[in-house]
């Protein structure tokens, strides 16, 4: 159990249109939701936290009108990158947690995404 | 600024020997210290985690061991498997939320 699916695996885009990833937890609830980015041989850095319900906190940094956060349902959480330029390509992936402190955190398989 | 420093970067280990990799922190809000392997192009599967009340935990051929006072943790993988080529990261929790170290890429050769 405690599978998480992101769509799509991989995607490619001009600059200047955006691109909506989803997070989904298929075999439980998530009340909350984690957005990390990685880059190429880098470590995993939290862009945001999501929470069914209510606004997105984001991480010092992260622009929040470009990198759009809904958690509709508490098995949905959707990135919107808005407005994608090169700079915004990285491997975008998604936690989502069970059981209420933030420790079993099952990650998703991630988001290649590349911005021409 | 990463709050979790790990080392080494790399590391290469022959089939059977024993892999260590070493992570230490500042912040003495951490409350829970977990393990992740990633594959390319994957994403991070938790492997083995410990609280600051412990000093060592064991799960199979994966080991962490923890000192609170110095404020170091470390994981070990005994016996060694070319299927444990991967990049680890430590982490370190606090208030719901992760901090990631650099990471650490293991190769095993046969």
């Known amino acids: 159990g405690a599978v998480v699916s992101q769509h799509p695996s991989w995607v490619i885009c001009k600059s200047g249109t955006s691109v909506k990833i989803e997070c989904r937890s298929l075999d439980f609830q998530a009340t909350t939701m984690f957005w990390y980015r990685q880059f190429p041989k880098q470590s995993l850095m939290l862009m945001a936290t999501?929470?069914?319900?209510?606004?997105?906190?984001?991480e010092q940094g992260v622009e929040k009108d470009k990198f759009l956060i809904n958690h509709a349902s508490l098995t949905l959480s959707t990135l919107t990158v808005t407005s994608a330029h090169p700079e915004d390509s990285s491997f975008y992936i998604c936690?989502?947690?069970?059981?209420?402190?933030?420790?079993?955190?099952?990650f998703g398989p991630g988001t290649r995404l590349l911005v021409l | 600024q990463q709050q979790v420093k790990q080392s080494p970067q790399s590391l290469i280990v022959q089939k059977g020997g024993i892999s260590i990799i070493n992570c230490a922190y500042e912040?003495?809000?951490?409350?829970?210290f977990p393990w992740y392997q990633q594959f390319p192009g994957k994403g991070p599967a938790l492997l083995i985690a410990i609280r600051p009340d412990v000093s060592e935990k064991k799960e199979g051929r994966f080991t962490i061991s923890f000192n609170k006072s110095a404020k170091q943790f470390s994981l070990h993988i005994m016996d060694s498997q070319p299927g444990d080529s991967a990049t680890y990261f430590c982490?370190?929790?606090?208030?719901?939320?992760?901090?990631f170290g650099a990471g650490t890429t293991v190769t095993v050769r046969a």
């Open positions: 912040n003495t809000a951490f409350d829970y």
């Open positions: 982490a370190a929790l606090n208030d719901y939320k992760l901090s």
């Open positions: 999501s929470n069914e319900g209510s606004k997105a906190t984001y």
């Open positions: 936690s989502a947690e069970r059981g209420g402190a933030g420790e079993t955190q099952y």
